[in-house]
C-alpha cells in the first residue's frame, strides 16, 4: 500500500528556515517522482517543486516561481525520503503542504496527475 508521510511543518518568523520531509512506504521511491504542493486558506492546491527518479545525481528537479531560489528539493533513496529545504521564508508562504506521487518517473504538471497523497504539514510563517 502506497503511503506518504509529511512532516517537519512548524510556526517560524519571516526569513526563517524550515526543512519538510515526505516519508515514502509501499513502493521504491527512486521508481517515482515526488512532488510537492501547497494549499492556503481560500486559495487553490500550487504545486511548489517536484523531483523525478533516477539515483546518482540523473533527476531533474522543478520550483514553481514563486520559491526559486528559496527552496530547494533533495531525495534520499536510501531512506525512501523526498525533503524539501525552505529558507527566506515569506508570510504569503503560509498553507499545508502536501507530498505526491503521480506513480510515474518524470514530474507532471498538474496535481490531479498525482494520485497518492499525504496528510500535509502547516507551515505557519508569522512574527
Known amino acids: 500500500q502506497v503511503q506518504l508521510v509529511e512532516s517537519g511543518g512548524d510556526l517560524v518568523q519571516p526569513g526563517g528556515s524550515l526543512r519538510l520531509s515526505c516519508a515514502a512506504s509501499?513502493?521504491?521511491?527512486?521508481?517515482?517522482?515526488i512532488g510537492w504542493f501547497r494549499q492556503a486558506p481560500g486559495k487553490e492546491r500550487e504545486g511548489v517543486s517536484c523531483?523525478?527518479?533516477?539515483?546518482?545525481?540523473?533527476?531533474?528537479?522543478h520550483y514553481g516561481d514563486s520559491v526559486k531560489g528559496r527552496f530547494t528539493i533533495s531525495r534520499d533513496n536510501a531512506k525512501n525520503t523526498v525533503y524539501l529545504q525552505m529558507n527566506s521564508l515569506k508570510p504569503e508562504d503560509t498553507a499545508v503542504y502536501y507530498c505526491?506521487?503521480?506513480?510515474?518517473?518524470?514530474?507532471?504538471?498538474?496535481?490531479?496527475?498525482?494520485?497518492?497523497w499525504g496528510q500535509g504539514t502547516q507551515v505557519t510563517v508569522s512574527s
Open positions: 509501499g513502493f521504491t521511491l527512486d521508481d517515482y517522482a
Open positions: 505526491a506521487t503521480p506513480e510515474a518517473s518524470d514530474c507532471l504538471y498538474g496535481y490531479s496527475q498525482y494520485h497518492y
Open positions: 523531483i523525478s527518479s533516477g539515483d546518482f545525481g540523473d533527476f531533474s528537479t
